[in-house]
């Protein structure tokens, strides 16, 4: 089997990839993986050192918005598995032209050369962003989408042009909605390592508003197994939602954080004015994948949480270049 993982240099896609080569999933054992990816600021071949030696993985510099480098990796697939992102809602609502450009228009470009190539099937990582926000409850999967930033707008209008090429062209095509992701490598200007690393480095940590914002907590290595299980056995033009079952305000993830490198923490909260349109609460439904294909989180949140400060405590070399390029520190 010959798997194409798009983002696959950037946070969950090399943590896909770095599980498929070291045979982790049962569906996928022994497959090649191809990744593709931009390498723009947040993806990078550091990922992906733990398995570059492997004759089973090739890498590819290219952007998924260019036909011409898409169908020239797509030949051959089997599965494609696709990541490639722009993700941070912070840096839609300050340019929200790229996000439509990459996560609109870069899947339509996927979308298309798979069908072309006549790729057996398509796996389309989405994010619960897309439902909006709920106040009680959780979203199943037939939820309408009322998207809120210009990130989460982008990624409902690539879920359903995923949607479109089943229903058009009779692709299988699956889409999964995750909610929010943690653990190791990933950039650092999302909430989790940003405030771990600015903590490790003596800084405050910027909490949005009053910090009663809920997010539901899914470490990115259950994530990435579900999704190995849609891509094996989840029904052509289906979504399945994937949960991590630990829901938390922004306060209380923050104190845990705090508690977990040890800081103090009357000192070491910075009170910020909110996001712009900042949805309250994400509340996924994942039983649909728990009954069809087996899914539960294996990891809990205590410890994923603790084994995640540890690995960014002991990968300063890392981070540190990343938040210095980048700016993502406060």
């Not at 498929?20 to 993806?43: E, K, M, Q």
């Amino acid at each position: 089997m010959r798997v194409l993982v798009t983002g696959g240099a950037g946070f969950i896609g090399s943590h896909f990839v770095r599980s498929v080569v070291g045979d982790a999933y049962p569906s996928l054992a022994g497959a090649d993986v191809v990744v593709l990816d931009a390498f723009t600021y947040a993806g990078t071949m550091t990922n992906l050192e733990p398995v570059a030696g492997s004759e089973r993985l090739v890498v590819e510099r290219g952007d998924i918005r260019d036909p011409h480098r898409v169908a020239g990796v797509m030949s051959g697939v089997d599965l494609v598995v696709h990541f490639a992102a722009e993700s941070h809602v912070d840096r839609s609502i300050t340019g929200a032209a790229d996000f439509v450009s990459t996560n609109v228009g870069g899947t339509q470009v996927l979308l298309q050369a798979a069908l072309d190539a006549g790729v057996a099937r398509f796996v389309h990582v989405s994010t619960d962003e897309v439902y909006g926000s709920i106040a009680e409850g959780s979203w199943t999967e037939d939820h309408v989408l009322e998207p809120n930033s210009p990130y989460s707008a982008s990624k409902a209008g690539s879920d359903l042009l995923a949607r479109s090429y089943h229903r058009t062209y009779g692709m299988h095509v699956c889409v999964t909605r995750c909610s929010n992701n943690y653990g190791p490598h990933q950039f650092p200007e999302k909430v989790v390592p940003l405030f771990v690393t600015n903590l490790l480095d003596g800084k405050s940590v910027p909490l949005y508003g009053d910090g009663l914002n809920v997010r539901d907590w899914l470490h990115v290595d259950d994530h990435c197994r579900a999704i190995a299980l849609v891509a094996a056995g989840g029904r052509a033009g289906e979504v399945y939602n994937i949960g991590g079952g630990t829901e938390l305000t922004n306060v209380d993830l923050t104190h845990r954080l705090l508690a977990a490198v040890g800081a103090d923490a009357a000192s070491m909260i910075e009170r910020v004015p909110d996001r712009l349109g900042h949805d309250r609460r994400y509340a996924v439904d994942w039983t649909k994948i728990r009954d069809e294909l087996g899914y539960a989180p294996a990891t809990s949140f205590d410890d994923g949480l603790a084994a995640t400060v540890d690995w960014y405590r002991e990968h300063r070399a890392w981070w540190e270049p990343l938040k210095a390029r980048a700016g993502a520190g406060r």
